[in-house]
DNA sequence: TTTTGTTTTTAGATTTGTCTAAAATTTATT
DNA sequence: AATAAATTTTAGACAAATCTAAAAACAAAA
């Protein structure tokens, strides 16, 4: 039966944080670390410390640091939790997908393992959850999804919306105001080299013009459209 | 709208157990406190200072405390938090209703407002939580919970204790070297008519008698928390 | 290869919540 | 009322997590 280890918030915090970036650069340092927490760099090695004591991370004064086994496996369920709540909250209380993120911020840190199991069977088993990122199953496992950014993909494709890279408020703000939702399709109408925007249309609704910036951040998926799950 | 108050952990805590413990006597004291929260009674004085500073309760030093009206709605909150995530474990998660309380006392640290009053209107606005608890509303407001003195119930019934009517000291000894408290679950065995006395058993010890005289004064919760026991 | 600049770490302080041991205060007993 | 016992508070210490300011290590440029 899979175990029930805690750790403090300020750890998970820690350790979610490191493996989001080690997704990108391989190792991780720690200024980039102390800006993505929004904290000081003297306060991150100061956990690092603590971090390698438990285990969790590999690290050496001034020379990076990358998760383990072990943290990773930590940090893995961490956002399992975090997906599943978020999932939660829009299918089951009605939230918009742009409001989940603070409050799973809090609930991701409850600890029972049987909680998050049982919650997970509740909602079906979910793959991704409301931003389009995959939700690790009870055994860690993370699915790994090809998506590919709007802005790369040639003219005339219809694609469906699988995840949004940058997830601040505001960005959410432009998809929402053009109607652009996880799952949508769309259909790449019209690309300007000039400032590199592009023209998109949405079933049923007029075509909408996306800056080079916005349709960088859209995720899509290069296959298969995703099948919708209750 | 409602705000969004948030204390910490340790204080949310603190606030609750002195509720509850106001319920029963009208003044609570530090070791009683300290004996609810498992900790030490220098600890709790550190405590009751800070939560004084915060205007939370009324206290002066040797003298005893009790919640203020502030103190009073922000336990309020916490209770209502506690109980409905009880209710959602119970009912939508399959728990038993003995296994939710740990968890519920981690759930309802999460702060947002707005969560709770979903979770409230997903859960079809319950009245009461799997033990019989009333659960307050969304205004604060806590129904008074019915009780019932536990001569007057049917055998093979299990209740909680929820008060004591005699509050002598002759009659806490007779609870006590009986290990009834407040909260403590029993199951009616059976009653002789002779004298009017009645067998109870308590989870985990040998049954007991308990005369007509003391189950008269022993307030039980009259609902049915248990029919639905899985 | 020095010098300069950036990054990272250390040293020391602060805040929150807890503890133990001892002192102060209240309550109970003779 | 005086003494004993229990309760409550204070004093001082400690751990966790954070910070600022300064030092150390590394990287880049002259």
Redesign the pocket.
Known sequence: MAPNIKY?V??EDHLKAIFHLQQEQGMV????LAAALQ????????????LKEQKLLN?E????FKLNNEGRKAAVQIIRKHRLWEYFLVKKLQFGWDEVHEIAEELEHVGSRKLIDRLDAFLGFPEADPHGDPIPDSQGRLPVRRQVSLSQLPLGKTVQVSGVASQTPEMLEVLQYNHIQLGTRLEIRKKFPFDDSLEVKVRNRPPVTLSAQVAKNVLVNDDEPQTERR
């Not at 340092?29 to 980039?32: G, K």
Request: no cysteine; glycine share 4%.
């Open positions: 403090s300020s750890k340092t720690t200024n980039a904290t000081r760099p003297a306060s991150v090695t100061d956990m690092l410390k603590k690290y004064r001034y020379k990076g």
